[in-house]
């Protein structure tokens, strides 16, 4: 069984930075892509971020400049850092890892940006 652990979530005003982590455990032989999704009040899933496990990237475009992701093989572990957070960044947020062509999920953890 494959958990994902998220955490660095919370209350930041406008500007500020936080950073997120995401940690897989359980029997995991190797761990391919993984990334970030967010999900606002009633509005769909969307993809924030995605890094191979050789460490390509792709961005969101509303992100590009402010967000960046990073991974650590080792610890099977994907990091965002969130820079220049907006009042519209406020969403939960969700670590994805693909795994033998299995995607999973993490609980989510919530982002709220305000002053």
């Known amino acids: 069984q494959v958990q994902l652990v998220e955490s660095g979530g919370g209350l930041v005003q406008p500007g500020g930075s936080l950073t997120l982590s995401c940690a897989a455990s359980?029997?995991?032989?190797?761990?391919?892509?993984m990334g970030w999704y967010r999900q606002a009040p009633g509005k769909q899933r969307e993809l924030v971020a995605t890094i191979t496990r050789g460490s390509t990237t792709n961005y969101a475009d509303f992100v590009k400049g402010r967000f960046a992701i990073s991974r650590d093989n080792a610890k099977n572990t994907v990091y965002l850092q969130m820079n220049n957070l907006k009042p519209d960044d406020t969403a939960v947020y969700y670590c994805?890892?693909?795994?033998?062509?299995?995607?999973?999920w993490g609980q989510g953890t919530q982002v709220t940006v305000s002053s």
């Open positions: 359980g029997t995991i032989f190797r761990v391919d892509a």
């Open positions: 994805n890892a693909m795994i033998k062509f299995v995607a999973y």
